[in-house]
């Protein structure tokens, strides 16, 4: 779902920040990737942001 998306949004952003985004949703997002999108909730994507945070 989260792929379709960025192949939607992709056009109307800049290349460098679409290829960022992508690699968030491929790479950074694996742990919450084999949840079904009703599962996820507030904590999964708080734990997702703050472990982005620390990557960077």
Known sequence: MALKWWEQ???SWPE???SRI???LLV???CISNLHIEE???GHIT???LAIEAAV
């Open 16 to 18: 460098d920040h679409a």
């Open 47 to 49: 734990e997702l942001m």
């Open 22 to 24: 992508k690699r968030w």
């Open 9 to 11: 949004q992709k056009s």
């Open 40 to 42: 996820i909730d507030a």
């Open 28 to 30: 950074d997002s694996k």
